[in-house]
């Protein structure tokens, strides 16, 4: 196969700053950078400072003012509302102005705080526009968070506006979001000034006087006046948006995007990664909330000047497994970008991929998968019902792009199963092992990629520049932490194998269990637990809580079992998926004390496992063994 790759990943390493200058011209910049990466600056260095921009000027008012107003910007497919909504760039535009309006007149400006609390409706995409046109930092929460956890990410990014909708609509039930606001900000230490609230008329919400504003209404008056709200300036490196993502702790780590950089990137990746040229229809079947949705719902795609599905539905259920096939067919989608947990649940549903037959899906050419590992079953299937390329790709919420991938648009590589195939121009991976050596080639280690992280990438954490420095530069010096564990074989293309932290990955949703047992712990009768990730067949990891209750308790175990599957829900929300609770006697644990979690994950998997020589009771591991036995969560041992 003929691919340009290797020439472009070698022109960038061997000249970066040329290579993203390059990239940079596709951005429209109002003043200049003074240099494409200063180095002294920042945790890391910075690209493009100097500069000033707007990301919402690129995104939407130079595509306005060159051709594209009549274009569909974005398309609003909800199957779970049974509705359907498109919005020209020009329309676009003219919405992003009104709320913009609104933001400005109860006092929103730049460097303001502005949480986003939605589901997939368009109006979460004109906010995160709105804000970026204002020079506002919005920070978007995924509905399926509780209220607790909603309440962490208002003391931590202290925004001085919430815009909410009154609900979200899941195929079993509407979910009520303003009691989840309400009760978000009367555990916040930090109260919002106000809270600009959409009405859906599936659920209407309780408003609160003084406080809380009719967005529609608002939106309506600001309309009406046709005020012409500026873009305004900001600097490449000033921060676009904050993203809460699972930290080892219950404290989620607010990622740091800035404007410059980001826009580089991902106008980059457009072609490059996917192969979408402007004018074409790019659709990433995820969720605002997620950073796939920040990148590739929203900001890549209008970047480039394509339109953008947004998509209120499931894979699954919403009527049926042709869900996918109906809105690639229905709006002719040349790219599709989702998990493989929704392919996972596709096949479930429909094996034989007959669905797929019922629609034209000649205008679709390649699928792409990340968020997890993407299972070579899934992949085969996939591709052969599909007849299209399956691209897997590695990336994370900090990175904002890929980091491993197949890049479609330079030419596409072999694919191997199991790999997301090969650095990406702006990434040196390296596999180091725990003393920060490197190991050889085909060996597993810590992936680690050498400073400086290209444009795109986390500057830093949100006012929390020391645990930026501790999460991800401190543990191997020169380099940014993945806290991924894998290889790289002999044809450079990279395996991804594990976290190497206590983070687990559910339906490609990734999750805390730390933040799960500290939740945990809250319950009156626990006295010590543990969470780990067990394999799933559909979610890939679903998690587990082991717990130890107190001597003594009076109600039954199962009662208290229900319980802690309870307040996980409550506090952390239903996203979590977290539905099991287990009491044990007793933890598996070192002699100094350290929980055994690794091994215990090893057991319920059915993987094969070494007795740990540091182990305190041998004797636990079987007692865990049974327990789990009983509850039919135990896999059987191949390696027995
Ligand atoms: N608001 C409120 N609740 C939500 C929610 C939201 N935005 N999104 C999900 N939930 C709820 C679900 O209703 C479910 O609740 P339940 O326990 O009462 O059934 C729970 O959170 C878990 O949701 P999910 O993990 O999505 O599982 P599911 O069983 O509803 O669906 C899939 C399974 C595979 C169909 C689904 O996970 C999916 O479409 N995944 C696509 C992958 C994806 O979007 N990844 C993002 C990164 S690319
Ligand atoms: P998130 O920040 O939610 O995007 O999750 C990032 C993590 O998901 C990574 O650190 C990996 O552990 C995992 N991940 C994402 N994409 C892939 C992939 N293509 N293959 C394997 N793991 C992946």
């Known amino acids: 196969m003929d691919s340009g790759y290797q020439a472009i990943y070698d022109g960038w390493k061997a000249d970066p700053e040329l290579f993203w200058s390059k990239a ?77 309006g609104v933001l400005q007149d109860h006092g929103i400006g730049k460097g303001d705080r502005v949480i986003i609390y939605m589901p997939m409706i368009a109006e979460a995409i004109m906010a995160m526009l709105a804000c970026a046109r204002l020079g506002a930092i919005h920070s978007v929460v995924f509905g399926g968070f509780a209220g607790h956890e909603l309440a962490t990410r208002i003391d931590d990014a202290t925004p001085k506006m919430i815009i909410a909708a009154s609900c979200g609509i899941e195929p079993n039930r509407i979910v009520p979001y303003k009691p989840m606001l309400d009760e978000a900000i009367s555990l916040s230490v930090h109260k919002p000034e106000k809270c600009l609230l959409l009405q859906r008329e599936q659920h209407r919400a309780e408003m609160i006087d003084g406080r809380d504003v009719d ?74 909330g997620w950073v796939v949705g920040h990148s590739y719902i929203v900001y890549g795609p209008l970047l480039n000047g394509n339109t953008t599905i947004v998509y209120e539905g499931k894979p699954v ?29 596709i096949k479930k549903d429909d094996p034989k991929g007959q669905f797929i037959g019922k629609y034209d899906l000649s205008g679709f050419r390649t699928l792409f998968l990340a968020g997890e590992r993407a299972d070579p079953d899934t992949i085969v299937w996939a591709r052969d019902k599909l007849g299209v390329p399956v691209i897997d790709h590695w990336w994370q919420t900090e990175t904002g792009w890929t980091i491993a991938g197949n890049p479609v648009g330079l030419g596409m590589l072999p694919v191997k199963l199991g790999s997301p195939t090969v650095a ?16 050889a080639r085909g060996q597993l280690g810590n992936i680690v990629i050498k400073l400086p992280l290209p444009p795109g990438c986390l500057p830093t954490l949100w006012n929390a520049d020391q645990r930026f420095h501790e999460a991800y530069l401190a543990e191997f010096p020169g380099y940014y932490k993945t806290a991924d564990a894998g ?28 933040g799960m047992e500290e939740v945990i712990s809250y319950h009156p009768d626990v006295a010590e637990c543990a969470v780990i990730g067990i394999a799933d067949d559909l979610k890939g990891q679903v998690p587990l809580g082991l717990v130890v209750l107190n001597s003594g308790v009076e109600r039954s175990v199962q009662e208290i079992e229900a319980d802690i599957v309870k307040l996980v829900r409550d506090q952390i929300g239903p996203v979590a998926a977290f539905k099991l609770a287990l009491a ?37 591991l079987d007692e865990i063994g049974e327990a789990l036995s009983a509850r039919g969560l135990k896999k059987p041992d191949w390696s027995a």
């Open 24 to 100: 940079a011209q596709s951005i429209d910049w109002f003043t200049p950078y003074d240099r494409v990466f200063e180095p002294d600056s920042g945790a890391y260095g910075r690209w493009f400072a100097g500069a000033t921009t707007n990301t919402c000027y690129n995104c939407l008012d130079r595509h306005v003012e060159r051709g594209r107003a009549t274009q569909p910007a974005i398309i609003c497919d909800s199957p779970i509302t049974g509705t359907q909504k498109t919005y020209s760039y020009g329309e676009l535009l003219t919405e992003v102005q009104a709320l913009a």
């Open 215 to 288: 967005m529609a209404r608002a939106m309506d008056a600001s309309r009406i006046a046709a005020r012409d709200i500026a873009c305004t300036p900001v600097k490449a490196e000033d921060p676009l948006y904050i993203l809460y993502t699972s930290g080892t702790t219950g404290q989620p780590k607010g990622v740091v995007r800035d404007n410059g950089g980001h826009m580089v990137a991902l106008h980059w990746s457009m072609k490059a990664i996917y192969d979408i040229n402007p004018g074409e229809v790019f659709w990433a079947a995820s969720d605002v």
């Open 317 to 345: 259920g919403t009527p049926d497994a042709g869900a996918f096939w109906r809105v690639i067919s229905e709006h002719r989608v040349a790219a599709l970008f989702t998990a493989p947990t929704a392919f996972r649940a």
């Open 424 to 439: 990406m121009p702006g990434y040196d991976i390296r596999v180091l092992d725990d003393a920060g050596h490197p190991v």
């Open 487 to 514: 290889y790289i074989d002999e044809d450079d293309y990279l395996f991804i194998m594990a976290r190497t932290d206590d983070i687990i990955n559910v339906a490609g949703h990734r999750l805390s269990t730390g």
């Open 584 to 620: 044990v006697s007793r933890l598996p644990k070192t002699r100094s004390g350290k929980i055994l979690r690794a091994t215990v994950q090893k057991i319920a998997d059915g993987q094969s496992w070494k007795m740990p020589a540091t182990i305190d009771d041998p004797a636990v």
